[in-house]
């Protein structure tokens, strides 16, 4: 078995889609071995995909709970600030927000974008306020990339591009691994952080983010807040 990871490995840089692919095949070898003993193997392939998916759902990305948001310029790509450089953290102020940090392409992103789209839509009056940031240091090609899906998927929160200096442990600490981090901050200090890699976005992993927003407009749940 450890022969097969190397031979996936060997002369090549250990990306994350190859860490899982090892990893897979790791469990999946460990489970055929006790599927041969009379194991089911229905219940093989479930064990498979929950080490995955428990695997992903553990992965930090994001500020620490209570730290300070940093201020930072992005480049606005739609939005009423397009083609613009502006800091929508300083903009946004003490308002409750849904940053969206994407370092990857992930197929599912736009579900995730329209997910919180609808949730801000419904709650504005209370202040409620999101923003989407690419995060690359190729803001040429991210423009019409982020205006295509912004069109095609009719996305309303702002999308900009920032540079890469934004990931760092300094700024806003995100994991190499997470391919999208979703940052809820209120009074520009960090509440709570999700992290997703490729290919985890789906209802069920949205709902903890959802219902983070929903507490993020009223901590106290005194208030009715709209679905």
């Known amino acids: 078995m450890l022969n097969l990871i190397g031979t996936i490995f060997r002369g090549e840089s250990q990306s994350p889609e190859k860490f899982w692919i090892a990893a897979v ?14 194991e089911d193997s229905a219940a093989a392939s479930t064990a498979v995909t929950k080490t995955v998916r428990k695997s992903h759902l553990e992965l930090e990305s994001g500020p620490k709970t209570g730290s300070t948001i940093n201020q930072f310029f992005v480049r606005a790509v739609t939005g009423p600030h397009r083609n613009r450089s502006v800091c929508y953290v300083c903009r946004y102020g ?11 392409p992930d197929p599912k992103i736009a579900t995730l974008l329209k997910a919180i789209d609808a949730v801000v839509d419904d709650n504005r009056v209370s202040g409620l306020r999101s923003f989407g940031v690419l995060v690359t240091n190729e803001s040429a090609r991210a423009v019409p990339i982020l205006q295509t899906m912004a069109f ?4 309303r929160m702002p999308l900009t591009a920032a540079t890469t200096a934004i990931a ?18 209120r009074n520009q200090l960090a509440v709570r952080n999700y992290a997703f890699a490729v ?4 209802q069920r992993s949205l709902k903890p983010l959802l219902d983070g927003v929903k507490q993020l407009i009223d901590p106290t749940g005194k208030t009715s807040v709209k679905p």
């Not at 095609?152 to 996305?155: S, W």
């Open 168 to 185: 760092g442990s300094s700024c806003h600490n995100l994991h190499k691994d997470a391919a999208t981090t979703v940052i809820l901050y």
């Open 199 to 202: 290919g985890t976005i789906d």
């Open 25 to 38: 095949v790791c469990v999946t070898t460990v489970l055929s071995n006790s599927i041969s003993q009379g």
């Open 94 to 104: 003490s308002r409750p927000v849904v940053m969206v940090l994407i370092q990857k």
């Open 152 to 155: 095609d998927e009719r996305i």
